[in-house]
T-cell receptor, first 113, second 113 residues
Framework: TQLLEQSPQFLSIQEGENLTVYCNSSSVFSSLQWYRQEPGEGPVLLVT?????EVKKLKRLTFQFGDARKDSSLHITAAQPGDTGLYLCAGVPRDNYGQNFVFGPGTRLSVLP | GAGVSQSPSNKVTEKGKDVELRCDPI?????LYWYRQSLGQGLEFLIY????????KSGLPSDRFSAERTGGSVSTLTIQRTQQEDSAVYLC???????????FGPGTRLTVT
């Protein structure tokens, strides 16, 4: 059972379209992070959200942390082919006293020109 | 500044041979993580180091896998008697403190023939 679920698993859209991907859990997270991984490379950190309800913007990317800190969303406006990649959410559950960083399975995005 | 580096970038080995994968974390980062990623899949947690000790080895798939970290810096992941199912990309990440944002290396692509 995945502690973090992501949806959709795959997404293929045309350049210029908007999209939203989701990261959900039944557990509360102290913070959540979003990473993007391009083929042949390691994941790159995009953003960290910490406060319930927090919204962060990174150019055309908008990240939101749910009020209960159990979920997060990533919205991309006017997607470009350069946005293609695997989007991963990750974090440490609040009640996990170990140091096990949890990653979701990822959403694989393909933006077609 | 220098990011996380991993070597080799690619390794092809015969079934049954031992391999060593190396990770150089960002200087000053106390936490170090190893993950495995099979083709088209998400990240599988292997082991986590805080300094030179490994509080969480729960992800190591079998006793053929071991890892060490020396001087609070470089880490090596060793796979003994490699099997074909060990073929994957092995990613290393470091963070300033545990449970904090992780920075990934480019990975080592291991192919067992």
């Amino acid at each position: 059972t995945q502690l973090l679920e992501q949806s959709p698993q795959f997404l293929s859209i045309q350049e210029g379209e908007n999209l939203t991907v989701y990261c959900n859990s039944s557990s509360v997270f102290s913070s959540l992070q979003w990473y993007r991984q391009e083929p042949g490379e390691g994941p790159v950190l995009l953003v960290t959200v910490v406060t319930g309800g927090e919204v962060k913007k990174l150019k055309r990317l908008t990240f939101q942390f749910g009020d209960a800190r159990k979920d997060s969303s990533l919205h991309i406006t006017a997607a470009q082919p350069g946005d293609t990649g695997l989007y991963l959410c990750a974090g440490v559950p609040r009640d996990n006293y170990g140091q096990n960083f949890v990653f979701g399975p990822g959403t694989r995005l393909s933006v077609l020109p | 500044g220098a990011g996380v580096s991993q070597s080799p970038s690619n390794k092809v080995t015969e079934k049954g041979k031992d391999v060593e994968l190396r990770c150089d974390p960002i200087s000053g980062h106390t936490a170090l993580y190893w993950y495995r990623q099979s083709l088209g899949q998400g990240l599988e947690f292997l082991i986590y180091f805080q300094g030179n000790s490994a509080p969480d080895k729960s992800g190591l798939p079998s006793d053929r896998f071991s890892a060490e970290r020396t001087g609070g810096s470089v880490s090596t992941l060793t796979i003994q008697r490699t099997q074909q199912e060990d073929s994957a990309v092995y990613l290393c990440a470091s963070s300033l403190v545990p449970n904090y944002e992780q920075y990934f290396g480019p990975g080592t692509r291991l192919t067992v023939t």
